[in-house]
């Protein structure tokens, strides 16, 4: 089983930044690959960013690419997702998610376990 807990999310105005963490207990977090996702109310949960085991592959959604940056760090079981120039569109519900591969993956349906997210919010 493992555990991830989100943490970081807030208000903040258009343009801002915001330094989201997902803490990871329960495994070897350095061996699998993780993910970030959001969900905005009437919407389908969508992906955001992913990293590979290592660190050294990653993917982005379009609308996010230049602005957003994921990473980790294994030696504290933690993946980041820094977000600059956020917009408005950006505000939702922001997950973390584990999967049980090493790759990169960008679909939902690949990950095995989930945060219970961190809300985002940014005003116009």
């Known amino acids: 089983q493992v555990q991830l807990v989100e943490s970081g999310g807030g208000l903040v105005q258009a343009g801002g930044s915001l330094r989201l963490s997902c803490a990871a207990s329960?495994?070897?977090?350095?061996?699998?690959?993780m993910g970030w996702f959001r969900q905005a109310p009437g919407k389908e949960r969508e992906f955001v960013a992913a990293?590979?085991?290592?660190?050294?592959?990653?993917a982005y959604e379009d609308s996010v690419k230049g602005r957003f940056t994921i990473s980790r760090d294994n030696a504290k079981n933690t993946v980041y997702l820094q977000m600059n120039s956020l917009k408005p569109e950006d505000t939702a519900v922001y997950y973390c998610?584990?999967?049980?591969?090493?790759?990169?993956?960008?679909?939902?349906?690949?990950?095995?376990?989930w945060g219970q997210g961190t809300q985002v919010t940014v005003s116009s």
């Open positions: 329960g495994r070897t977090f350095s061996s699998y690959a």
């Open positions: 990293i590979n085991w290592s660190g050294r592959s990653t």
């Open positions: 998610a584990f999967s049980n591969t090493l790759g990169v993956l960008i679909t939902p349906r690949g990950y095995d376990y």
